[in-house]
């Protein structure tokens, strides 16, 4: 199986930062991508950003040119940076990880516990 670890949420001021991480332990072979979503009260899960292997990263048109992806593969880590928040930002805030583990003979998603995030004046 797959832990998956969050930190880094918080509350922030409009315009403020943060930077959230995502540490994945277990019985990793390998990880196809990591990723970042979000849930505001009411609303759906929704993916933020993702990054894979190769290095690709994808953001939802809300965070481009504000939020950052960006991975530790020796760690297995994942990052967030999440600059210039605003008011909508807030959300809790999920990684995902689709990786390949010893237990499982196929990929296979899954989900950390999620961090808080609020953007507040």
């Known amino acids: 199986q797959v832990q998956l670890v969050e930190s880094g949420g918080g509350l922030v001021h409009p315009g403020g930062s943060l930077r959230l991480s995502c540490a994945a332990s277990?019985?990793?072979?390998?990880?196809?991508?990591m990723a970042w979503y979000r849930q505001a009260p009411g609303n759906q899960r929704d993916l933020v950003a993702r990054?894979?292997?190769?290095?690709?990263?994808n953001y939802a048109d809300s965070v481009k040119g504000r939020f950052t992806i960006s991975r530790d593969t020796a760690k297995n880590t994942v990052y967030l940076q999440m600059n210039s928040l605003k008011l909508e930002d807030t959300a809790v805030y999920y990684c995902?990880?689709?990786?390949?583990?010893?237990?499982?003979?196929?990929?296979?998603?899954?989900w950390g516990p999620g961090t808080q995030v609020t953007v507040s004046s």
């Open positions: 277990g019985s990793i072979l390998s990880i196809n991508y």
């Open positions: 990054i894979f292997s190769s290095g690709t990263t």
């Open positions: 995902r990880v689709f990786a390949l583990t010893t237990t499982r003979g196929s990929e296979y998603t899954y």
